[in-house]
């Protein structure tokens, strides 16, 4: 059974910084793309960032260069580090890991990704 438990989020004043991480049993982070998207209410869910197999990384316009995505394959779990919080970044972030390949500009939409954790929310203040 795949399970991914995000943790990490919290309420953080605006400029402040959060790392949050996920945890994935039952799949191989190695094995397909990875992403994490946030949902804010009464938003549709959007993706904020992706990483492949290869390493190569997606970001939503609008965390590009305060946002970073990585993973560590032997403990198998993804991270978000999160730097200059905005309260527009307010909203609950939901790891995913895809169901196999996807291509290289659909990283950051949710359709191929099947397997979904129950997010952790953000708040940033302003």
């Known amino acids: 059974r795949v399970q991914l438990v995000e943790s990490g989020g919290g309420s953080v004043q605006a400029g402040g910084a959060l790392r949050l991480s996920c945890a994935v049993s039952?799949?191989?982070?190695?094995?397909?793309?990875m992403a994490w998207f946030r949902q804010a209410p009464g938003k549709e869910r959007e993706g904020v960032a992706a990483i492949d197999t290869d390493g190569t990384t997606s970001y939503a316009e609008s965390v590009k260069g305060r946002f970073t995505i990585s993973k560590d394959n032997a403990k198998n779990t993804l991270y978000l580090q999160m730097n200059s919080l905005k309260p527009e970044d307010t909203a609950k972030y939901y790891c995913?890991?895809?169901?196999?390949?996807?291509?290289?500009?659909?990283?950051?939409?949710?359709?191929?990704?099947?397997?979904w954790g129950q997010g952790t929310q953000v708040t940033v203040s302003s």
């Open positions: 039952g799949y191989s982070t190695s094995s397909n793309c």
């Open positions: 995913a890991a895809a169901w196999g390949g996807v291509r290289s500009g659909l990283r950051l939409y949710p359709p191929d990704y099947g397997y």
